[in-house]
């Protein structure tokens, strides 16, 4: 779950920085975009990866949650936390709200169901206008709230998956442990301002069309 989980988190920092070019217009994101697409084996390798690593990350967690049930049948008459942070006792429902986030957001921008009036536009160079679509959902108030419910789900689930991870990865040292607790939240915290930033500057017409 650890790998998989930091695998994945890699994915949506390098995601979150080349839609960041979003600021710099239309000819930098679209011509980004069609980079990523003009390498069908890569592009297909990557999207292969990522589904299997989903798929198995997912498996696992409803695996370790069974077997954590199975050693606690019966529930605790009182609950009082000291240690767990809110962020690790909510994983599961975190986790779903992502998933149906990514369910949400693939049929919306990569499959163009969701919305189909932008799905095939090509701008004035002839490439697919990721940049028009994006600012054409963000200016609806309806998908900005949608996507920015999706960073929250996003944001609590890193919080506490990245420094759970490196803890199941045995990086445990007295000299690094303050760095470790901090990575997730630091982490959740740079990925999430970076896709809200963009969510925002849309709405606001910071970034328009
Ligand atoms: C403001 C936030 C985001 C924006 C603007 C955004 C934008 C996009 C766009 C434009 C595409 C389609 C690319 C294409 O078809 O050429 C895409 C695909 C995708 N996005 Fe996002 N995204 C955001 C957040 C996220 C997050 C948080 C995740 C995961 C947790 C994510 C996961 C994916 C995946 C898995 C794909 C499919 C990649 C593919 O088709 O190969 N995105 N995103």
Same mark, same amino acid.
């Given at each position: !779950? /650890?790998? *998989? $989980? %930091?695998? =994945?988190?890699?994915?949506?920092? @390098? &995601?979150? #920085?080349?839609?960041?070019?979003?600021?710099?217009?239309?000819?930098?994101?679209?011509?980004?975009?069609?980079?990523?697409?003009?390498?069908?084996?890569?592009?297909?390798?990557?999207?292969?990866?990522?589904?299997?690593?989903?798929?198995?990350?997912?498996?696992?967690?409803?695996?370790?949650?069974?077997?954590?049930?199975?050693?606690?049948?019966?529930?605790?008459?009182?609950?009082?936390?000291?240690?767990?942070?809110?962020?690790?006792?909510? !994983? /599961?429902? *975190? $986790? %779903?709200? =992502?998933?149906?986030?990514?369910? @949400? &957001?693939? #049929?919306?921008?990569?499959?163009?169901?969701?919305?189909?009036?932008?799905?095939?536009?090509?701008?004035?160079?002839?490439?697919?206008?990721?940049?028009?679509?994006?600012?054409?959902?963000?200016?609806?108030?309806?998908?900005?709230?949608?996507?920015?419910?999706?960073?929250?789900?996003?944001?609590?689930?890193?919080?506490?998956?990245?420094?759970?991870?490196?803890?199941?990865?045995?990086?445990?040292?007295?000299?690094?442990?303050?760095?470790?607790?901090?990575?997730?939240?630091?982490?959740?915290?740079?990925?999430?301002?970076?896709?809200?930033?963009?969510?925002?500057?849309?709405?606001?017409?910071?970034?328009?069309?």
């Amino acid at each position: !779950m /650890a790998l *998989s $989980g %930091l695998l =994945l988190v890699s994915y949506v920092g @390098f &995601h979150m #920085l080349g839609n960041l070019q979003v600021f710099e217009g239309a000819h930098a994101l679209n011509g980004y975009a069609a980079f990523l697409r003009d390498m069908p084996i890569l592009l297909w390798t990557a999207r292969i990866g990522l589904l299997s690593l989903a798929v198995l990350h997912i498996v696992l967690a409803i695996r370790l949650t069974l077997r954590n049930r199975r050693a606690r049948p019966v529930a605790y008459a009182v609950r009082e936390y000291r240690q767990a942070s809110f962020a690790s006792r909510t !994983m /599961a429902a *975190s $986790g %779903l709200v =992502l998933l149906l986030f990514i369910i @949400f &957001h693939l #049929l919306h921008l990569t499959a163009g169901v969701i919305d189909p009036s932008f799905a095939d536009r090509l701008d004035a160079e002839g490439y697919r206008d990721v940049y028009g679509e994006i600012v054409h959902a963000f200016q609806n108030p309806f998908i900005a709230a949608l996507y920015l419910a999706g960073q929250l789900g996003l944001g609590l689930h890193l919080s506490h998956a990245v420094t759970s991870s490196l803890q199941t990865l045995g990086l445990e040292h007295a000299a690094f442990n303050r760095f470790f607790k901090t990575a997730g939240p630091t982490v959740a915290l740079v990925v999430v301002l970076g896709n809200v930033a963009i969510i925002l500057a849309v709405f606001l017409r910071i970034v328009r069309g």
